[in-house]
């Protein structure tokens, strides 16, 4: 019999997240799954009646904190069955460090962390036992020529409350200061999946899961027109060789993670479909601490 679960997810919309919906629909019909999205869903929502909508910026925190609010309350109405997971895999690549959202913060941390954080805070003891959080990281937090093939400069670590403002990176109008926020913002998730693992109740695994470099997605959408046409059109070859994943391959370990066929403890770090080792750098007891307090005060009025 079809397992009667929720399943909570942001990015569902397109690239990995959207294959990985469909995915999860197929692998577990049973499956309720509340997409938070800041636009329609039709096609997904037109494959199976058990998936809806709840519209969601995750660009803001007011937005955030309300979606979350709406699954509690429809959890508690009984309207959706008991919640097993929560994927956070939204995210979001500028290319700038300039872009403030309406609450005034960077909008690559704003989307990448601290919506978040909104979501795993508000919703973290909401989940069964056993119950999961999946957030989509990246290898770009390595920093190193073979996770990122040159394209994403690596991480460059301030405390999280100064990377909550723009222009903290050197030439802040450069796509290079964009893209080194998108791969700090990426660590920074890791200190954080390194801490809710210590914070959240028993039962309640959190890891991060990074797809590799998966182009064809929408990710570069900011990006110049060349670099927007290799990513849709050319790096797309490269998934033939180990050095970048396919979508489908993306989006189906996503959903594999979500619902937990890939056995991993909480605050693994899950590297398509297995267990792997993070960076060094994103192992750091104090920078893990400091996270958690900074994006706590961030988001404390939610
Ligand atoms: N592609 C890669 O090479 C790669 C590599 C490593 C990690 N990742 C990560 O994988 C995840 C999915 O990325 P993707 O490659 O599939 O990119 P994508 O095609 O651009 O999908 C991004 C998803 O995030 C959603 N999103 C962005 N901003 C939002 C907002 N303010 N409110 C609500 N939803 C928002 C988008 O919704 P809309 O449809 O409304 O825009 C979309 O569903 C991201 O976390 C990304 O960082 C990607």
Redesign the pocket.
Known sequence: MAMEQTIVM?????????IAAERIIAKEPGTRLVV????PVDDLTTMSGKVSVIC????SMRSTADAAAEVMRRLDAGVLPPMKALVC?????YTNNLTETVDGIEATFA??VL?NHILVRALGDRLGSPGRIVM?????HFGDFRHNLGMVPGPRWFPADALARIGVFPAPERTMAGRTA?STS?LAVIYLVHEYARRLPPGVAVMGY??????G???A?DADMFSRFAMRRIMPFLTATPLATS?SA?GRYLAAAALGAIDASSGAYIDRNQVAQSSSESYNLERERDTWNSVEALTAAW
Not at 56 to 59: G, H, R, W, Y
């Open positions: 942001t990015g569902a919309s397109r690239g990995i997240g959207r938070l999205a800041r636009g969601t910026d995750l660009a895999n939204a995210g979001v690549q989307v990448n919506a989509t990281v990246s290898d770009t998108y990426k990074n797809p590799g470099f998966v182009p997605t929408d990710l959408r979508p993306a």
